[in-house]
Nanobody, 115 residues
Framework: QVQLVESGGGLVQPGGSLRLSCAAS????????MGWYRQAPGKQRELVAV???????NYADSVKGRFTISRDNAKNTVYLQMNSLKPEDTAVYYCNAGRPMSTYWGQGTQVTVSS
């Protein structure tokens, strides 16, 4: 069973930055895509950013130009660099990994943007 462990969340002031990490328990070469989702209180989980194994990326309109997804294959880790954070970015952020017939989720990490 694949395990995804997120880290890097916390409390940050508006305009600040955070980098989230998602460490996989096995090689990430086998996933056709890895991504980050978020869920704010009372809202549905939404896609934030996705990175395919071909290197293609896709971002939610609300984070374009502020967030960057990347991967380190040697460390089996995917990152989400978040800059210019806004209060509306407050949510639990989840890592996701997909391969044929299977989808995996991490336990989530809280990001709170507040002064």
């Amino acid at each position: 069973q694949v395990q995804l462990v997120e880290s890097g969340g916390g409390l940050v002031q508006p305009g600040g930055s955070l980098r989230l990490s998602c460490a996989a328990s096995e090689s990430i070469f086998g996933f056709y895509a890895m991504g980050w989702y978020r869920q704010a209180p009372g809202k549905q989980r939404e896609l934030v950013a996705v990175l395919t194994n071909h290197g293609s990326t896709n971002y939610a309109d609300s984070v374009k130009g502020r967030f960057t997804i990347s991967r380190d294959n040697a460390k089996n880790t995917v990152y989400l660099q978040m800059n210019s954070l806004k209060p509306e970015d407050t949510a639990v952020y989840y890592c996701n990994a997909g391969r044929p017939m299977s989808t995996y989720w991490g336990q989530g990490t809280q990001v709170t943007v507040s002064s």
